[in-house]
T-cell receptor
Framework: DTAVSQTPKYLVTQMGNDKSIKCEQN?????MYWYKQDSKKFLKIMFS???????INETVPNRFSPKSPDKAHLNLHINSLELGDSAVYFC?????????????FGNGTRLTVT | GENVEQHPSTLSVQEGDSAVIKCTYS??????FPWYKQELGKRPQLIID?????GEKKDQRIAVTLNKTAKHFSLHITETQPEDSAVYFC???????????FGQGTTLQVKP
């Protein structure tokens, strides 16, 4: 009964390819996020959406395009993948838009670009 | 820009000992300070949080203290157990910026 589910769990692809990661939450939360965790374990926010509207875009390259068809889904499409995109990508959700709403993370997608 | 410094980066303790992880933040408007635990290969999970109107909060073996004047907060784990072994992240959230900034993480190893 996963609250925040993301697919795929693993993604191995070559440089230059385009790939997508999907995320869905069944918690009824209004806000969803994408975080990137690099090889040093550092967690950095990429995007946040509140009720399908973009709230935060943290100077992420244009190759990354989030899409939120409804407030329960936030997908991430990546064009022209580069070696430096290799990381674990976590989707998360929170009840409100306020920064003091606890985050519920998905299980992560490990992206490896070769 | 906003920054959260976390120390130490690694911490090894004997089972039953206490562990303390410290964080400092730069944005004086920060008012929310959660701690997340990430076990190997798993997702980060909230273990405790504190808001700026409170100086200390405790939940069983875990406690968090906040010093707003000095802009630092700490996680205390007492009577550590091997299952406490994980990476711990502090974070500071500011209502001004709407952002939650994470520290660099502390890898805690509890030796049986």
């Amino acid at each position: 009964d996963t609250a925040v589910s993301q697919t795929p769990k693993y993604l191995v692809t070559q440089m230059g390819n385009d790939k997508s990661i999907k995320c869905e939450q069944n918690l009824g939360h209004d806000t969803m996020y994408w975080y990137k965790q690099d090889s040093k374990k550092f967690l950095k926010i990429m995007f946040s959406y509140n009720n399908k509207e973009l709230i935060i875009n943290e100077t992420v390259p244009n190759r990354f395009s989030p899409k939120s068809p409804d407030k329960a889904h936030l997908n991430l499409h990546i064009n022209s993948l580069e070696l430096g995109d290799s990381a674990v990508y976590f989707c998360a959700s929170s009840h409100g838009e306020e920064v003091n709403s606890p985050l519920h993370f998905g299980n992560g997608t490990r992206l490896t670009v070769t | 820009g906003e920054n959260v410094e976390q120390h130490p980066s690694t911490l090894s303790v004997q089972e039953g000992d206490s562990a303390v992880i410290k964080c400092t933040y730069s944005d004086s408007a920060s008012n929310y300070f959660p701690w997340y635990k990430q076990e190997l290969g798993k997702r980060p999970q909230l273990i405790i949080d504190i808001r700026s109107n409170v100086g200390e909060k405790k939940d069983q073996r875990i406690a968090v203290t906040l010093n707003k004047t000095a802009k630092h907060f700490s996680l205390h784990i007492t009577e550590t157990q091997p299952e406490d072994s994980a990476v711990y992240f502090c974070a500071a959230g500011s209502s001004n910026t709407g952002k939650l900034i994470f520290g660099q993480g502390t890898t805690l190893q509890v030796k049986p």
